[in-house]
């Protein structure tokens, strides 16, 4: 079974030991969310998180990648671009670069929220402004419909509560799927 934090890991709390198991278990890959350059656009989206927690837990983890030359996990930053946070697209790209890391920029899931101010300059760094631009031109919606992940790819917490699919955070379908025989419900 392979493991992927694909989605965004939150690495505001994140110990020691856990970066040092996502090595050492060769969890495929880490998204860390970088949704600002400065603490104070960082922290508009990802409240009460801390910019520099999270760029020393990165550093952390490749580290630890780097003494056990391990190939795992291939860790990218994500950067979901707002309207608060789009003038810092430049800067996530220097940041990435200084971390040896590729960024991946990802369209906003509301249009409402956060607005984008420049839709140009969010263009030139993702190639479409929103969503609905994506659906337009690409003629398929930006993410698929991720109710499939239920049955291809299952979402299952830290703690072994099946949440099904990434967008759910509401609530698991069924209890803890280390504590049954998960394959065969």
């Not at 830290?158 to 379908?173: E, I, P, Q």
Request: net charge positive; aromatic share 12%; hydrophobic share 35%.
């Amino acid at each position: 079974m392979a493991t992927e934090l694909d989605e965004g890991a939150n690495f505001n709390d994140t110990p020691d030991a856990s970066l040092e198991a996502l090595v050492r278990y060769q969890a495929r890959v880490v998204r860390i969310p970088m949704d600002g350059a400065t603490n104070e656009t960082y922290k508009i989206y990802r409240r009460g998180g801390d910019l520099k927690t999270v760029i020393g837990n990165a550093r952390k983890l490749l580290d630890i990648k780097q003494r056990l030359g391990s190939p795992y996990p291939k860790v990218t930053l994500q950067f979901v671009v707002f309207g608060h946070n789009e003038h810092q697209i430049p800067h996530i790209k220097i940041l990435a670069k200084i971390l040896g890391l590729p960024v991946k920029f990802k369209l906003s899931w509301s249009s409402s929220y956060s607005p984008i101010r420049d839709e140009e300059r969010v263009r030139a760094a993702i190639g479409f402004a929103d969503r609905a631009e994506w659906l337009v031109s690409v003629g398929r919606y930006y993410y698929r419909h991720q109710c499939y992940q239920m049955w291809c790819s299952p979402q299952v917490n830290w703690d072994g509560k099946f949440l099904g699919c990434t967008r759910n955070v509401y609530r698991a379908y069924d209890g803890n799927v280390f504590a049954k025989d998960f394959m065969r419900r």
